[in-house]
Each structure stands twice: as C-alpha cells, then as structure tokens.
C-alpha cells in the first residue's frame, strides 16, 4: 500500500495568515499516461464528515473558497489555505487513489 | 441536492455479524461508484471497500477481504455493507462516500456516518 505522510501533525496560525500543510506518498502519485497527479484533500470539523476541497492535486471543488489551492507533483504536495479564517479550524488530510485509496494521518489546524 | 445517510450501525460482539445501508438521492445512483470509509480515533480515516456503478466491480481493503461484502440494489438507490467475523479492531465509525464518477477516485459527498462497535 502507498503510505501517506502529512507534516506538521498540527499547527496553529493567527486569522489572516498563511497555512501550509504538507503531504508526502512513500510512492509517485503521478500517472504519466493522463499527466495527473492522484492526490486529493478533504477538511473535517469536529462531530462532521470530511468534505473534499481538492482532487488531481490543484483542482478546487465547487464552492470551495479560493484561499484554498494544492500543488505539488509525484510524491510531494501542499495545501495552503492563504489568509486563515475562523471557520477553518480543522483537520485536514491527503489521499491517493493511484493504487489502492490510502489518507494521510491528518493535520490539525487551529488559531493561534 | 446530494445526500447520502447510513443506518445499521450499533453493538455486535467480536465473531458477530453486520449489515450497514446507505440510502443515496439527488443523483443518478446507478451511475456513480460508492464507497466505505470507516475513521477511528487511533488509525484515523481508512477506506474499506468500493464498488462500481453497475455493481460489476468490487473493491477491499486487505484488513477486511473475505469478511465483508459490499454490495448496492441500483432499484433502490442503496448501498449495502455486510460485515462477518467482526473483530474489535472494527470498531469504527463508517462512512458512505460518492465518488465524482463510475471508478471509485476521490469522495465528493459524504453520510454522516453510523457507529460500529465491535465489544463483548
């Protein structure tokens, strides 16, 4: 199975600052048949389900604000949510779904 | 609007057995991919199992292959979980989780999620 690896477990930012979460795969991601990325975020508030915000790595599902944005390539991603807000207190995770569908751990993100 | 919401869950005993269903609407059951995702506090999200719109493609995590079956009725816009030989390592809450299209991918519409507790 592909392992995901998120960076830092936690971190608190103070509103209006950047927010960067990192996500690793112990195996490329990346299909060079389609030149995409298998990566996908989801963000979780407490007593809620994840709700997907990302998926091939950089697209933003519908309604989803734009502070939030995905990069990376093969092995090596991030999310950063750019000007945190309240209501993004949460826990985010990766996944892949190039082999298998596999989440990171999670990472916290609360206000400092 | 997409909704999808689990029932079945509750308090079996280790080697007990388990039917989880997941009632789907506002969308073409038939021709989307759906899955399980159980989350426990200690080993956080973990998917279970997919199956393929038409049914014909099924899907397992290797921790439950052979003990549970996954299963939709498309008449009834349901998708199903049977789960034997639960073990106290699947206590978990399990999600119902849509996929964007036929192949299970990423999950674009979550249930609320039904409580399996596996204790004697």
């Known amino acids: 199975d592909i392992v995901m690896t998120q960076s830092p477990d936690s971190l608190a930012v103070s509103l209006g600052e950047r927010a960067t979460i990192d996500c690793q795969s112990s195996?490329?991601?990346?299909?060079?048949?389609?030149?995409?990325?298998?990566l996908a975020w989801y963000q979780q508030k407490p007593g809620q389900p994840p709700k997907l915000l990302i998926y091939w790595a950089s697209i933003r599902e519908s309604g989803v604000p734009e502070r939030f944005s995905g990069s990376g390539f093969g092995s090596d991603f991030t999310l950063t949510i750019s000007g945190l807000q309240a209501e993004d207190v949460a826990v985010y995770y990766c996944?892949?779904?190039?082999?298998?569908?596999?989440f990171g751990q999670g990472t916290k993100v609360e206000i400092k | 609007e997409v909704q999808v919401l689990e029932s079945g869950g509750g308090l079996v005993q280790p080697g007990g057995s388990l039917r989880l269903s997941c009632a789907a609407s506002?969308?073409?059951?038939?021709?989307?991919?759906m899955n399980w995702v159980r989350q426990t506090p200690g080993k956080g999200l973990e998917w279970v199992s997919g199956i393929s719109g038409d049914g014909d493609s099924t899907y397992y995590a290797d921790s439950v292959k052979g003990r549970f079956t996954i299963s939709r009725d498309n008449s009834k816009n349901t998708l199903y979980l049977q789960m034997n030989s639960l073990r106290v390592e699947d206590t978990a809450v399990y999600y119902c989780?849509?996929?964007?299209?036929?192949?299970?991918?990423?999950?674009?519409?979550w249930g609320q999620g039904t409580l399996v507790t596996v204790s004697s």
């Open positions: 195996q490329s991601v990346f299909y060079s048949s389609n030149n995409k990325n298998y």
């Open positions: 506002g969308f073409i059951f038939s021709s989307y991919a």
């Open positions: 996944q892949q779904y190039y082999s298998s569908w596999t």
């Open positions: 989780a849509k996929d964007p299209g036929d192949h299970p991918s990423w999950f674009d519409h």
